[in-house]
């Protein structure tokens, strides 16, 4: 695997503490990593560290049923459910070496999507109830980008657009288990725990477990190559209690381009004495706008779209770019199966 330049710097780190009487300059560090980085961890919440360890062993219970009885809850074209080993990324051509299971809020989205009750009594209930915590955090975030985006006296604009109470709402929250690995094995070639990607909604929360370390990042401003591919990376530690945001498509579009969207990775461990080998388990809390919302920034950049012509598009775009991928990795092994048959024929004349 090609190996990999990291740069020493730190991301933003925001508190919430007061937010009410504090609200104009959580307002301007916001916008300012925003601007710059496009990933920040925010602390002071409201979310204890409590709620949070809770909510990570309820997600390792259901990673640890059978994979029989998680099959019942299968993913769905609603972007609900679960999966093993099925999320292919464009840059790398290979599926993430996890498995995954996303919630949303709606009836609708979740028929058919939630574990059986007698196999995980209560599950349900506690996983609403986290994400409304996550909801609540999320929209505070959301009217401080409002504000800087000059929509003070509507700073609920972001608010309306992402109202988890509809039945159209698409916020999803996905808890992630990464599978261990053995570190006295060379970890096999095109391995990957999670490829470099950015997320096409509006704002990601993420929850990392301390001690499980991977989430790297290649900040907005710092990209010049495809998915980051040989530029500078940025290990992000996990900390008890921070919860790690990075700005989607949605909202880069949002802002008109003002805001950073950000690729972002979980390394694979290929060095025993750097890299976290074990389990690694992630919740991530993603902010989507409801179907019917109109998307445009304020300088009216790009047209106006719905949520659902937005999440669309993104979607499009993904596959099209996996195509991409695929196509070029199955010219590279015709060319070396070619040379390799051609050597043989050399070998055996």
């Known amino acids: 695997m090609a190996e990999t330049t990291y740069s020493e710097r730190s991301i933003p780190r925001i508190s919430l503490r007061d937010f009410e009487s504090r609200k104009d300059a959580i307002t301007a560090e916001l916008v300012a990593a925003a601007e710059s980085d496009g990933f920040f961890a925010i602390v002071d919440h409201g979310i204890s560290a409590s709620e949070i360890t809770a909510q990570f062993a309820l997600a390792e219970r259901f990673f640890a049923l059978p994979d029989a009885v998680k099959a019942a809850a299968p993913f769905t074209p609603r972007n609900t459910g679960w999966e093993k080993r099925a999320q292919v990324r464009p840059s790398t051509g290979a599926a993430d070496q996890k498995e995954s299971y996303q919630m949303q809020y709606g009836a ?46 509507d700073e609920g604009y972001f608010v309306r657009a992402h109202d988890v109470s509809r039945p159209d709402a698409q916020t999803v929250l996905r808890l992630l288990h990464y599978f261990a690995l053995d570190p006295a094995v060379a970890t096999p070639e095109g391995y990957y725990r999670a490829g470099p990607h950015a997320d096409w909604d509006f704002l990601t929360l993420l929850f990392q477990r301390p001690g499980q370390s991977g989430l ?134």
Request: charged share 25%.
């Open 108 to 153: 609708a989205a979740m028929a058919g999507a939630w574990p059986p009750e007698d196999a995980l009594p209560g599950f349900r209930e506690e996983c609403l109830a986290f994400m409304r915590r996550a909801q609540a955090v999320s929209e505070r975030l959301m009217v401080c980008f409002a504000r800087g985006l000059g929509l003070a006296d």
């Open 216 to 349: 790297e990042i290649c900040p907005g401003r710092e990209v010049f190559t495809e998915f980051g591919v040989g530029d500078r990376w940025t290990k992000v530690e996990p900390a008890e209690g921070e919860i790690v945001c990075n700005i989607g498509d949605l909202l880069m579009s949002w802002s008109d381009d003002r805001f950073k969207s950000t690729f972002h990775r979980v390394k694979t461990p290929t060095d025993p004495a750097v890299d976290y080998y074990g389990p690694r388990y992630s919740m991530a809390y993603f902010n989507q706008p409801c179907a019917d919302c109109e998307i445009q920034g304020p300088l009216k950049k790009y047209p106006v779209v719905t949520g659902s012509e937005f999440t669309r598009a993104a979607m499009q775009r993904n596959y099209d770019a996996l195509q991409a991928t695929r196509e070029r990795n199955s010219r590279k092994t015709a060319e070396e199966e070619a040379a390799g048959g051609g050597n043989l024929v050399a070998a055996a004349s």
